[in-house]
């Protein structure tokens, strides 16, 4: 899939946003992409997912693993277009640590895509990746549907795949013109806000 057509996928399921948006990572920005709009849609998961695992193609996965909740979707179809299984992380409820829970298992032996819906700090998928990685799998790579990083640096080595680059503007919430203007940022996502 080309970046329009997957700009074009988010804007025929209403889920790229305009307003005044609260991050997970806590920055305001005025657009946000609603992937949970897009990927309701089974024809657009299946192939977003498709698009996403051709880039993994050949690499030998063995599993695909993604942060829950957002994730979620998009690894599952991942995980199909490269015939492998797909598990999730999640928080524990006492520690709000990522962990593995469900009876979901990762092993040495694993060769891991870690996939996430958008990335715009990494976080969630840092700390996911990390979590994969303490149970001795090799991460063949990172992956999203669209990357709103702005080239930044992130917390892992290898680079990020994606199928769509977005610049979005994001601001710190003492430096954030909406905020400034009297405008009170909401909250899209599906995390509460302080976690990564």
Not at 86 to 104: A, I, N, V
Not at 173 to 178: Q, Y
């Amino acid at each position: 899939m080309t970046p329009a057509e997957v700009t074009s996928v988010y804007e025929r399921s209403g889920a790229l946003l305009q307003g005044h948006f609260l991050l997970s990572s806590g920055l305001h920005s005025d657009r946000y992409l609603q992937s949970a709009l897009a990927l309701r849609d089974p024809a657009n998961a299946a192939r977003l997912g498709a698009a996403v695992g051709e880039k993994f193609a050949g690499k030998g996965a063995t599993l695909v693993v993604g942060p829950a909740l957002g994730a979620m979707i998009v690894a599952h179809e991942v995980a199909r277009a490269l015939k492998v299984p797909m598990e999730f992380t999640e928080r524990d409820p006492d520690t709000r640590k990522m962990s593995l829970r469900r009876g979901f298992t990762v092993s040495e032996s694993d060769r891991v895509v870690m996939i996430e819906d958008v990335v715009t700090t990494g976080g969630s998928i840092a700390e996911a990746g990390t979590l994969v990685a303490a149970h001795g799998a090799t991460i063949l790579g990172y992956g999203c549907i669209a990357d709103r990083t702005g080239g930044k640096p992130l917390p892992w080595r290898e680079p990020l795949v994606s199928l769509l680059k977005m610049e979005l503007t994001a601001w710190k919430p003492a430096d954030c013109p909406l905020c400034a203007s009297g405008s009170k940022a909401v909250k899209p996502g599906s995390r509460p806000k302080g976690d990564a």
